[in-house]
């Protein structure tokens, strides 16, 4: 990773709280395909024997389709190219090593794979800064914890109610509890870790996967959470006053909890909400869990993604990095 300068810091509680981005950051993919080191750790991955330059066609073809329907409704989307070498098969997923929040806080995530490493760059976040105004006045930069095998996967590992500053996350390979502390603490968020796992008992990569938190609601698979777990994760998202919504294990398996709530300017509603999600998402929801969900936000979208879903293991949330530009 290019050296990136130290800035002023800022407190968290100097701004309000926000729980909804109005930019998001999102990289073209390059060299889109199937990353078997990842998926060691990734049970949502499956090995595909589609031609390799066909899979990356069609990756970045979702991605298009991803980018205009967002752009459709009004969210400022900053894209940014994958550069071709190296050859970074993951590149869709910023969110993984980069966040951008209210208080100016650049920070960068430590990634448990060397092969998603190259996708820090220098440049994606100068071209951030420029595009979108965001005013970098402090660097939290994590990765030195990849020499310790000590890991966090920016917000695919974090899920952040950014409101009551609490930050969720499921331990795994791919979170350590070490790094959610340290993280918590210069950002000042209550941490609240728990296990989670699938439906055949493996453990779930990514908080992301099984929880989203937006404005009005929380979407969440409480039955993937460990049973000792279950109730202290229930409660602190009780507390925030949203409403629970209930995927289940059926509904994570097909990506229903990696939604992403976003926010966005309507000239009948003025500021309003935009629920974005898969197709794959969106066929999982029975009627009446779409019901509640259509009655906590202002728009749902819902946007196919079966090539990135099925080789990369993530899905529309993954591609996106919000930006929350200082006020």
């Known amino acids: 990773m290019p050296e990136i300068s130290a800035y002023g810091h800022r407190s968290p509680a100097d701004s309000a709280a926000q729980q909804c981005a109005e930019a998001v950051l999102m990289i073209r993919p390059a060299a889109f395909g199937y990353n078997a080191e990842t998926a060691a750790t990734n049970a949502f991955q499956q090995p595909h024997a589609a031609d390799p330059a066909a899979t990356a066609l069609k990756a970045r073809t979702e991605f298009e389709q991803l980018v205009r329907a967002l752009t459709s409704e009004g969210v400022r989307v900053i894209t940014v190219d994958d550069t071709a070498a ?3 098969p993951d590149a869709v997923f910023p969110n993984n090593w980069v966040s951008f929040h209210q208080c100016g806080t650049l920070v960068l995530y430590p990634m448990q794979s060397a092969s998603r490493r190259p996708e820090r760059r220098q440049d994606v976040i ?3 800064v420029k ?8 660097l939290l930069d994590l990765t030195h914890y990849e020499t310790e095998g000590k890991f966090l996967e920016g917000t695919g590992s974090l899920v952040l109610d950014h409101v009551a500053h609490v930050a969720y996350a499921c331990a795994s390979a791919r979170t350590h509890p070490q790094v959610v502390a340290d993280w918590a603490r210069e950002l000042e968020y209550e941490p609240v870790i728990f296990q989670a796992a699938d439906s055949k008992g493996v453990p779930l990569y990514h908080t992301n996967v099984l929880m989203c938190i937006g404005a009005r609601a929380v979407i969440v698979g409480t039955e993937a959470i460990a049973e000792r ?10 507390a925030s ?3 629970i919504i209930e995927i289940g294990q059926a509904g994570i398996a097909r990506f229903a909890g990696n939604m992403l709530e976003l926010a966005s300017w309507d000239e009948a509603l003025g500021d309003c909400r935009v629920l974005v999600m898969s197709e794959s998402a969106r066929r999982a929801l029975g009627p009446e869990v779409f019901a509640q969900l259509s009655g906590c936000t202002d728009t749902v979208l819902a946007v196919p993604v079966p090539t990135i879903e099925a080789v990369g293991g993530g899905s529309v949330r993954c591609m996106i990095a919000e930006v929350f530009v200082p006020s």
Do not use: I, N
């Open 86 to 88: 190296p050859k970074k």
């Open 229 to 238: 777990d279950r109730e202290r994760v229930v409660a602190h998202l009780a």
């Open 126 to 128: 100068e071209a951030v």
């Open 131 to 138: 595009e979108s105004g965001f005013k970098v006045l402090h």
């Open 241 to 243: 006053g949203r409403q």
